[in-house]
C-alpha cells in the first residue's frame, strides 16, 4: 500500500460510495476489506501506467546515495545510539 492510501470496509463502500471516491480522487487509490478478510484495491483509471521503479534501480540510487554521504563525511551511529535516538523519535524521551 502507498504511503498515503484510505482504507474502507465493504459497508463503507455501499453506504457511502462518495465518500469512497473522494478518498480515490485525492490519494489515488483506496482499500476496500470485506468481512471475510479479503483486500480490495480500488484506482482512478489511468493508473495502471505508473509502475513503480524496478527495485535494481531503486538499490542502485540508494548506493549512490550512501556514498555521497560517505564521502561528505557522514558517519552512521553505532547500534548502541540507535535505540536512543528511536526513542527519541517516538516521544518516549
Same mark, same amino acid.
Given at each position: 500500500m502507498? $504511503?498515503?492510501? *484510505?482504507?474502507?470496509?465493504?459497508?463503507?463502500?455501499? $453506504?457511502?460510495a *462518495?465518500?469512497?471516491f473522494d478518498a480515490v480522487r485525492q490519494f489515488g487509490r483506496a482499500e476496500i476489506r470485506t468481512q471475510e478478510g479479503e483486500t480490495f484495491v480500488m484506482a482512478k483509471a489511468g493508473n495502471e501506467s505508473e509502475q513503480p521503479p524496478a527495485r535494481e534501480e531503486v538499490l542502485a540510487r540508494m548506493k549512490a546515495h550512501y556514498q555521497k554521504?560517505?564521502?561528505?563525511?557522514?558517519?552512521?551511529?553505532?547500534?548502541?545510539?540507535q535505540e536512543r535516538i528511536n526513542q527519541i523519535i517516538a516521544g518516549e524521551i
Open positions: 502507498s $504511503a498515503a492510501a *484510505a482504507i474502507f470496509t465493504q459497508q463503507d463502500l455501499v $453506504a457511502q *462518495a465518500k469512497v554521504l560517505k564521502e561528505l563525511g557522514h558517519i552512521p551511529p553505532a547500534a548502541a545510539d
